[in-house]
């Protein structure tokens, strides 16, 4: 630890700021590669959410009990 201090020491302010940029922009090119925008993120969750409340209105609210799966609404349940 204390060689890396040293070595740290003995560069310039240009350098330790050339040597954070290389560092940020290779995390930043991981997250770019491997993870999405969270733009797209929350419009995936945006549609779902619809997607739901839509279903909820339509159909119902989904269940499930010992004879199969279905959907209630209006206290009536209807099964699939």
């Known amino acids: 630890m204390m060689l890396c201090r040293n070595k740290l020491r003995g560069m310039t302010n240009e350098e330790l700021k050339h040597l954070e940029q290389e560092k940020s922009h290779k995390e930043r090119d ?5 993870g999405k925008r969270y733009k797209e993120v ?3 969750q945006k549609e779902a959410k619809d997607k739901l409340h839509h279903e ?3 159909k119902g609210v ?7 799966s279905g959907y209630m609404k209006d206290g009536v349940k209807k099964y699939d």
């Open 42 to 44: 929350l419009k995936k």
């Open 30 to 34: 991981a997250r770019m590669k491997y």
């Open 56 to 58: 909820t209105r339509t």
């Open 62 to 68: 989904r269940f499930y009990d010992k004879k199969g």
